[in-house]
């Protein structure tokens, strides 16, 4: 047992005696069932991972992949492993929570509106939406997550005769078109190798739509989705989209008008309010940041689409827009054409109040973007199973940010192997139309077992959460999901150590857990409330690898720590 001392003045230290990190007991307790004589061997382990673990298609290889990663420690035997090596395993990244293959397991071959989409929003901005800058690092970081939707808003330079991509009415600073598309096409498919689409917030008169023509058809060459025809009947499946990139856009009709019909339609547009469902409500001011996106709500009519550039038409691959008239018209289902719809987190919010199922038999064939309101100017993020539950493929987040619901963003697509594609549950595919709403009976129940966590001490500075002793850890556990799913609990802190160990078990009734991801969050003690981040983690319930696992921890920005981690049970019946 060594020890760890702080100063508190100028004379005075504090001496903490640290512990030596010891196997839970329940660990021992399982070591001793799948040992022999204090040895497990490759027949003893591989029979642990079978009946314990719950892989059942273990082989002797696997276990023996295990047995070879622990060759280099000195507590390694070549007769089998003793209880050290055994803990060292089971905290190592071979028996993490979920598989380490990584392997994309779902059905692919489904149409696009069969999946959720890893989703950006406004991709380019390095910081807030009114005046950070705007760069291609964060495209690049997105796509590198595994993003698989990047979003970037075309406008005119200052000079008018080339285009720059920034955030319309505000103080963003631009950048080169060019170099946004040259990031994508070198980074579209080191993460995953399923389709990029990028959506384009068009401002652009149609010299400078040929320009973007042009420049897409030669960055992209033969990676560019082109359709052969305009409208699809039915979109295409992720498998066969393969290293191909796609646009969405609404055709454009900025140069369509003559000055005075764009002036009027302007008026027009500033007095316009929306109707909900026989409801009248303005339009917000906080919502001036979207309006870019808002606009979609005026797109043409199809006689004016024919009249679109021809080159730059062709590009598009995923035709979006809003229909005139009421909501309804918006979740209009057409046979022969499918096309994308997107609303703001709140026309959602309000659109679900009585049309949660017309939202969900339009997504079953039809794509649904939903991007945040314009209040959240700080690049927050909102609540996404309000879209997930309705069928929303693209629920589109600030990437740049960070918070509770990045985090479960995160989560969700570390799902099918975290190639930024997960299928649908079949209950949003279904003609018996799912109601979030309702709430359903419980299909399973999650037991988790907060053991044990260490790694802090090599991760943070000595004084990173107490300048006079060492942190006070406590775990909050919960669920995220529909509303009947979500639930939150923490244990116990403890105090003055870098090794704590909790020992505390929690139970979760789940009645979507296709839908659900579990919330991990280590927090350090403090006596104002206002308690230091030790760390975070969100999963996907459904990909959940039941058993003892070492958990890693990752950072406000959802980068993994390389030494803190917590081992945890889980159990799903």
């Known amino acids: ?161 080339e285009v720059e991509v920034r955030h319309g009415g505000t103080l963003t600073n631009p950048v080169d078109l060019l170099k946004c598309l040259n990031a994508i096409k070198d980074n579209a498919f080191q993460a995953s190798e399923y389709p990029v689409v990028i959506t384009f917030e068009d401002h652009l008169p149609a010299n400078l739509q040929d320009q973007v023509a042009e420049m897409v058809t030669k960055t992209f060459g033969d990676m560019l989705y082109r359709p052969e025809t305009d409208q699809l009947r039915e979109f295409p499946s992720p498998e066969s989209l393969k290293k191909k990139v796609m646009i969405s856009t609404k055709p454009p009709k900025e140069y369509l008008e003559t000055p005075s019909s764009k002036s009027t339609k302007r008026s027009k547009i500033s007095s316009k309010k929306e109707q909900w469902n026989g409801e009248t409500a303005s339009k917000s001011d906080s919502e001036i940041c979207d309006k870019d996106e808002e606009d979609e709500g005026e797109s043409l009519q199809e006689e004016d689409e024919q009249m679109t550039v021809p080159e730059y038409r062709h590009l598009i691959s995923i035709n979006a827009g809003k229909p005139k008239g009421a909501l309804q018209n918006w979740l209009s289902i057409d046979e022969k054409k499918v096309r994308r719809l997107s609303l703001s987190e709140q026309e959602l919010e309000n659109a679900t109040r009585r049309h949660g199922a017309d939202i969900i038999r339009f997504t079953q064939r039809n794509l649904l973007r939903v991007y945040p309101k314009g209040t959240r100017i700080t690049s927050s993020n909102y609540n996404p199973f309000v879209g997930w539950a309705h069928g929303a493929q693209m629920v589109a987040f600030n990437m740049q940010g960070y918070g509770k619901h990045l985090w479960v963003m995160q989560g969700m697509f570390k799902a099918n192997g975290g190639c930024g594609y997960v299928k649908k549950p079949d209950f949003l595919l279904s003609n018996e139309v799912f109601d979030p709403s309702v709430r359903l009976p419980v299909k399973k129940i999650l037991k988790v077992t907060i053991y044990m966590g260490e790694g802090w001490d090599l991760d943070f500075r000595r004084t990173h959460f107490d300048m006079y002793s060492p942190p006070d850890f406590f775990v909050k556990v919960g669920i995220a999901g529909v509303p009947a799913d979500k639930a939150m609990y923490k244990t116990k802190a403890i105090e003055d150590d870098w090794q704590p160990v909790w020992n505390e078990k929690f139970e979760f009734k789940l009645t979507v857990p296709e839908l659900a991801v579990l919330r991990i969050t280590v927090l350090e003690y403090d006596t104002s409330g206002q308690h230091d981040f030790g760390g975070q983690t969100c999963l996907p319930i459904s990909e959940l690898r039941t058993g003892i696992r070492a958990i890693p921890l990752h950072d406000r920005r959802g980068d993994k720590y390389k030494n803190t981690k917590l081992l945890v049970q889980f159990e799903l019946n």
């Open 1 to 161: 047992m060594s020890r760890q001392s702080f100063k508190v003045c100028f004379c005075f230290r504090r001496i903490f005696k640290l512990r030596v990190l010891e196997p839970p007991e329940e660990v021992k307790i399982l070591f001793d069932q799948y040992s022999q004589n204090g040895t497990m061997s490759l027949d003893n382990l591989r029979g642990f991972l079978v009946e314990f673990q719950g892989e059942y298609n273990a082989t002797r290889d696997d276990a023996q992949a295990i047995f070879n990663s622990l060759k280099h420690l000195n507590i390694f035997s070549r007769r089998g492993l003793h209880l050290e090596a055994f803990f060292r395993y089971l905290l190592g990244d071979l028996n993490g929570p979920l598989s380490p293959s990584r392997v994309v397991h779902h059905d692919m071959t489904q149409p696009l509106a069969h999946y959720f989409l890893y989703t950006g929003h406004n991709s380019y901005l390095t910081g807030n939406q009114l005046s950070s800058d705007s760069s291609v690092e964060p495209i690049i970081k997105a796509l590198r997550r595994g993003v698989r939707v990047i979003e970037l808003d075309l406008w005119p330079g200052s000079k008018q005769d």
